[in-house]
């Protein structure tokens, strides 16, 4: 199945921070995160291991609970170029595969 | 780098017309992936080959579509005959190790079955 995000939609103003979740049915190996712009292709953000690791990227950071088997994205201080749509992407093993699955996507747009 | 490449970047065909889409990865990728995109479903998996090996081909929607990687440089994605609902932005993308490395897509290719 394909991991949940929430909210499906947010409009910031620039300055504003958010906060997206990616929640999953499956135990997770890890985690991606990857924003892509219209007309694009995904580009990818992050990664998070097991551990309950945090990361972050300038201002933007994710944590990832493994016994929840969810993660969030937390954007601080948006800027216009933040503006895009974020997908969270898990990864599951089956034997010694991986396989990621990506989730339903939360667009973000970050107004003046 | 060049990143990955894929070809053509649009595709325009009638029903009922074979499509064969080309993806060149990475170099020293092991792992390459074929995603579908659509405003109903998103980011569909397809298929995803691990040293030009199918591990696993669940995301593929049904015979008409099929893949293959004869080699570490070029992989397709063939759909014979094609149908309107197939219309979407197929990706490919590779990473180095799987679920612990990042991916990195192609720019895609538009499909449009008339």
């Known amino acids: 199945q394909q991991p949940v995000q929430s909210p499906q939609a947010v409009i910031l103003r620039e300055g504003e921070d958010a906060v997206i979740n990616c929640s999953s049915s499956?135990?997770?190996?890890?985690v991606h995160w990857y924003r892509q712009k219209h007309g694009e292709a995904p580009v990818f953000l992050m990664i998070?291991?097991?551990?309950?690791e945090q990361k972050g990227h300038e201002k933007i950071s994710a944590s990832f609970n493994e016994k929840k088997q969810q993660s969030s994205l937390y954007l601080t201080a948006s800027q216009l170029s933040y503006s895009g749509t974020y997908f969270c992407?898990?990864?599951?093993?089956?034997?010694?595969?991986?396989?990621?699955?990506f989730g339903t996507g939360t667009r973000l747009q970050v107004t003046l | 780098d060049a990143g990955v490449i894929q070809s053509p970047r649009h595709e325009v065909t009638e029903m009922g017309q074979e499509v064969t889409l080309r993806c060149k990865p990475i170099?020293?990728?092991?792992?390459l992936f074929w995603y579908r995109q659509t405003m109903m479903r998103g980011l569909e998996l397809l298929i995803y080959?691990?040293?030009?090996?199918?591990?696993?081909d669940s995301g593929m929607p049904e015979d008409r579509f099929s893949a293959k990687m004869p080699n570490a440089s070029f992989s397709t994605l063939k759909i014979q005959p094609s149908e309107p609902r197939d219309s979407a932005v197929y990706f490919c993308?590779?990473?180095?190790?799987?679920?612990?490395?990042?991916?990195?897509f192609g720019n895609g290719t538009r499909l449009t079955v008339t």
């Open positions: 993308a590779s990473s180095l190790t799987g679920g612990n490395s990042p991916l990195h």
């Open positions: 499956k135990a997770l190996y890890s």
């Open positions: 998070l291991l097991k551990g309950g």
């Open positions: 992407g898990t990864v599951t093993m089956t034997g010694t595969a991986s396989k990621l699955t």
């Open positions: 170099s020293g990728h092991d792992y």
């Open positions: 080959f691990n040293n030009n090996v199918p591990i696993d």
